[in-house]
């Protein structure tokens, strides 16, 4: 409840408002971004000055790193549930990883991806299972094994579809094509809760969706 996130260009501290104190500090080469918070997790997001996004986890706790610079692709909104994050990345493919080990669970390609198609699934959690869709297919994930099943909703059409949103949307890394020089970072949270207890923060990097 008293803890404050402070982010400058290269490092993140943790203080204790209460007694106005530093519980620790990180010192990062790569350039900060910002950080997104849920729960007891801080991701953290940074930029190597060239050409690559990356994203960590850190326990707000401890400031001790779960896992650093991982380069997740994310085109999608991300999903929390059950201790693991899903997303959608550039190739397509639905990914699911454990949140405290990094450890990829699986990743299973979209199966109405069109050769000429730029437009990417987005995820929901629907009656308790995760959906992918488009304004055009919808298949739900099992949430084990990455297996991928037609879906139909009942009295919803997705072609009306702009986005669907749940409590457990949140902002994690994710990419978009710039239109020019590569890839171009985008950041912002998707729902306010993020599954309990989210918040967004965010040093220099702008937002977006």
């Known amino acids: 409840m ?13 203080l204790d408002s209460s007694s106005n104190s530093i519980k620790w500090t990180i010192e990062e080469s790569n350039t900060i ?28 706790n401890t400031g001790k790193f779960y896992w650093r610079d ?26 699911s990883i ?3 080990s990094g450890k990829e669970i699986f990743e299973e390609k979209f199966p109405y991806k069109k050769w000429y198609s730029s437009v990417y699934p987005q995820l929901v959690v629907y009656d308790g299972k995760i959906l992918a869709y488009t ?39 994710r990419y978009n094509s710039s239109g020019s020089a590569g890839d171009a970072f985008v950041y912002g949270a998707y729902a306010g809760d993020a599954g309990g207890g989210g918040d967004g923060g965010g040093g220099g990097g702008g937002d977006g969706g």
């Open 2 to 14: 008293n803890n404050v996130i402070i982010i400058k260009k290269n490092s993140i501290s943790l």
């Open 98 to 100: 454990e949140i405290e």
């Open 33 to 60: 971004l910002g950080t997104y918070r849920l729960d007891n997790y801080i991701f953290l997001y940074t930029f190597n000055g060239w050409t690559t996004n990356y994203t960590s986890l850190i326990d707000l």
């Open 135 to 173: 304004k055009k297919n919808i298949v739900k994930v099992d949430m084990h094994t990455g297996k991928l099943i037609d879906f139909n909703f009942r009295n919803i059409d997705l072609k009306d579809i702009v986005l669907m949103n749940d409590k457990f949307n949140i902002s994690v890394n």
């Open 70 to 95: 991982k380069s997740l692709s994310i085109v999608s909104n991300c999903i929390a549930i059950d201790n693991k994050i899903y997303f959608v990345n550039k190739k397509f493919k639905i990914i």
